[in-house]
């Protein structure tokens, strides 16, 4: 389909570079076959290092049949929380901005389910913006997270996305007014208090805690439209192939919640929150209220803790007889 056949330009994609050629290939290559309902705008916005002379070579060959194409060499070092946020303010000029950082993939339906969201909850007080990334991992602790489901495509959560998120311009600069007065590395007024301890190159803690203090939350999707694909980068390592999820690849005929009646809401520790104002079944207010139940054990008893009872059990298998005795006696006694 060329631009020509499409609706008037209501948004842009943005994607923040560093130094990673291969990545970006793949990312571009995705885009090229993903589907748009309406003309798209696309912006490579590079962050300089050593590579990015190679990055805007690559970018200067690129046809994007969508919209136009846009490509911002940064003359200086910005790192990762500055960059991101230049780039959210591009949204000057849109409706609303997608960001896809360069080690992501995408459905070819994202741009649909972008577009059908942000036209959904339009007007709606209380969302902060809009996931196409899914969680099946906790950020908090690694653990699987599972989100119930109520007959909805999605549910709101107090946690912001970083692998695919999409910002209406009122939701970005929303966010930036705030942050230029509540700019801080305290966290200690936070549930989610181990953002705290992220680098300082992290936006993505201070976006967290705008919702906690805000009292706003992402709409995040059952099946995510975005993934990570766990690439080593400056501010991660293979640990985040735990947060490869799996895409969404039908057409999304989206059931969306409204904020007043959805009973699904999780905070920003990934734990199920009861709403008063919105009563859910008691299966649901009962079920993943705490963490993951591996994770209460440990809380319980800690490494040195569980060392010993390991060491009690070999204890038991090498001398079971003698060991089942003594317990005997301390039985009596008791």
């Not at 311009?169 to 301890?197: H, I, M, P």
């Not at 400056?234 to 904020?259: Q, R």
Request: glycine letters at 6%; hydrophobic letters at 35%; one cysteine or more.
């Amino acid at each position: 389909m060329k631009v020509n056949d499409l609706k008037e330009t209501r948004s842009v994609i943005v994607i923040p570079c560093y130094n990673r050629l291969n990545t970006l290939k793949r990312l571009f290559n995705c885009l090229l076959q993903s589907e748009y309902p309406s003309a798209v705008d696309l912006v490579f916005s590079i962050d300089h290092s050593n590579a990015q002379t190679s990055l805007v070579e690559f970018i200067q060959t690129l046809k994007w049949p969508y919209g136009e194409l846009r490509c911002i060499a940064r003359e200086q070092r910005l790192g990762l929380k500055h960059h991101i946020l230049q780039c959210g303010d591009l949204v000057v000029g849109y409706e609303f901005i997608v960001m896809l950082e360069d080690d992501l993939i995408v459905s070819k339906s994202f741009m649909k389910y972008a577009e059908q969201a942000v036209q959904f909850y339009a007007g709606q007080e209380g969302i902060a913006g809009i996931s196409l990334y899914n969680y099946d991992r906790s950020e908090r602790n690694s653990q699987p997270f599972k989100p119930l489901k109520c007959g909805y495509d999605a549910y709101f959560m107090q946690f912001a996305s970083s692998w695919g998120q999409v910002w209406t311009r009122g939701q970005w600069q929303a966010f930036r007014y705030w942050l230029s007065k509540n700019d801080t590395e305290n966290f200690g007024d936070v549930k989610a208090d181990f953002v705290g301890k992220w680098p300082s190159t992290s936006w993505k803690k201070h976006f967290i805690r705008y919702m906690e203090l805000q009292n706003l939350y992402f709409v995040f999707p059952y099946f995510g439209y975005s993934t990570n694909m766990g690439d080593d980068g400056s501010h991660h390592n293979y640990i985040f192939k735990l947060f490869t999820s799996a895409l969404e690849l039908g057409e999304p005929n989206l059931k969306l919640p409204e904020v007043s009646s959805n009973p699904i809401w999780y905070d920003s520790c990934f734990r199920l929150e009861k709403r008063s104002e919105t009563p859910a079944p008691q299966t649901l207010l009962t079920a993943n209220m705490t963490d993951d139940p591996a994770t209460e054990f440990y809380k319980r008893f800690p490494y040195r803790t569980t060392f010993y009872f390991r060491v009690f059990l070999l204890a038991l298998l090498v001398d079971a007889k003698k060991t089942l005795h003594k317990l005997s006696k301390i039985f009596k006694r008791g």
